[in-house]
């Protein structure tokens, strides 16, 4: 995890690449998925270390479809909405997580394991697309280095899954 991570820190700033890229990508992470459920997230953290630059999109082999997503509460209902962009102002990381923006995958091929990964391609208003290697959480996890005793409560973990209203 932490040698990946670092690696693709270098690669970023490896210069002479035919576009450049200076956005760093943190602990990309996903919690498994149950049964057939069809729908997963993936949560990260982003740093411009550049100049101002936006998530556009995201792409995956293992999903029919990626989406930017955000889960907002309006009169205590949790509903997602879909992104067009998220703006990456520069030296300010911004995270994607549980109950927040999201990376969305639709249409999953099979269900995501704890303990695999699978390839997230992310691509920008400006820099080069970046490809970093999801780590499949167990289902109630709340993320890469978090506590056991802060896991969210089962039902916690449904704000995320499908059923959910979309705007
Ligand atoms: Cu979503």
Known sequence: MRSLTLAACLLAFLPG??????VMVEQPWARATPGHAGTG???????EHGEADMLT???????????????ITENG???MRMLDSVALP????????????????TGL??????????????TFAHGA?????VSVLPAGSAGPGAPAGQEMPAGQEMKDMPGMKMD
């Open 41 to 47: 997230a993936v949560y990260l953290t982003l740093t």
């Open 77 to 79: 209902v949790a509903k």
């Open 17 to 22: 690449l035919a576009a450049a890229q200076t």
């Open 129 to 133: 697309p970046v490809t970093v290697t």
């Open 57 to 71: 999109g995201a792409s995956t082999p293992v999903a029919g479809m990626a989406m930017l997503h955000e889960t």
């Open 90 to 105: 520069p030296h300010t990381p911004v995270t994607f997580k549980p109950g927040a923006m999201h990376v969305m995958l």
């Open 109 to 122: 091929h099979d269900p995501l394991k704890a303990g695999s990964s699978f390839p997230l391609t992310l």
